[in-house]
Nanobody, 124 residues
Framework: QVQLVESGGGLVQPGGSLRLSCAAS????????MGWFRQAPGKEREFVAA????????EYTDSVKARFTISKDNDKKTVLLQMNNLKPEDTAVYYCAFYYYVRDVRIPQGVAAWGQGTQVTVSS
């Protein structure tokens, strides 16, 4: 089993920044990727970003490209999501995701473990 602990959500004004962190523990030796999804009220959970652990390559959903950056700390098995120029439409609960090998990181059904979720609210 894999356990994920998230931190870093909160309330920020439009144009502001937040950084989310997710630390993985347990059976992480075969990690294929880690990433983030988000879910706004009344909407489905959607893919935000992912990082392929061994190669360091990344994927983003179009709406966050050039604003969000996903990175990792190898020693701590931690993935970070730096969110800049936040917009009200970014408001959601953000969930960390852990993957063993999967063909498509954008599909929630491929996620092996989820974090508990952290609220991000962008409002003036």
């Amino acid at each position: 089993q894999v356990q994920l602990v998230e931190s870093g959500g909160g309330l920020v004004q439009p144009g502001g920044s937040l950084r989310l962190s997710c630390a993985a523990s347990g059976r992480t030796a075969s990690a294929y990727a880690m990433g983030w999804f988000r879910q706004a009220p009344g909407k489905e959970r959607e893919f935000v970003a992912a990082l392929y652990w061994n190669f360091g390559t990344t994927e983003y959903t179009d709406s966050v490209k050039a604003r969000f950056t996903i990175s990792k700390d190898n020693d701590k098995k931690t993935v970070l999501l730096q969110m800049n120029n936040l917009k009200p439409e970014d408001t959601a609960v953000y969930y960390c995701a852990f993957y063993y090998y999967v063909r498509d990181v954008r599909i929630p059904q491929g996620v092996a473990a989820w974090g508990q979720g952290t609220q991000v609210t962008v409002s003036s």
